[in-house]
Nanobody, 120 residues
Framework: QVQLVESGGGLVQAGGSLTLSCAAS????????MGWYRQAPGKQRELVAAITSDTSTNYADSVKGRFTISRDNAKNTVYLQMNSLKPEDTAVYYC??????????????WGQGTQVTVSS
């Protein structure tokens, strides 16, 4: 019904940059809050950044000043621009989207995850 497709992950050296994209498609009437989470091996999944429908943003303390979340409603896409990457940023990154479907239901969806690896 609703599909999230992530892209942009990969291998980058410490200090480098990477941009993640997450495009939503399907029975979408409206996108509400959108966010990025990450999970490193042996650790809990954590919120990295979130953006509301009015473009208010929130970031984890560990990424403030380095990461920027943005959205393009016309493309049903959320982005995560990651700068000054550190080895501790290495994780699988997942997008998460709150959606109101064309049938009037409120739902939440996860992307498939994309690997980000930062070498020292």
């Amino acid at each position: 019904q609703v599909q999230l497709v992530e892209s942009g992950g990969g291998l980058v050296q410490a200090g480098g940059s990477l941009t993640l994209s997450c495009a939503a498609s399907g029975n979408i009437f409206r996108l509400n809050a959108m966010g990025w989470y990450r999970q490193a091996p042996g650790k809990q999944r954590e919120l990295v950044a979130a953006i509301t429908s009015d473009t208010s943003t929130n970031y984890a303390d560990s990424v403030k000043g380095r990461f920027t979340i943005s959205r393009d409603n016309a493309k049903n896409t959320v982005y995560l621009q990651m700068n000054s990457l550190k080895p501790e940023d290495t994780a699988v990154y997942y997008c998460n989207v709150d959606i109101k479907t064309m049938r009037g239901y409120n739902d939440n969806y996860w992307g498939q995850g994309t690997q980000v690896t930062v070498s020292s």
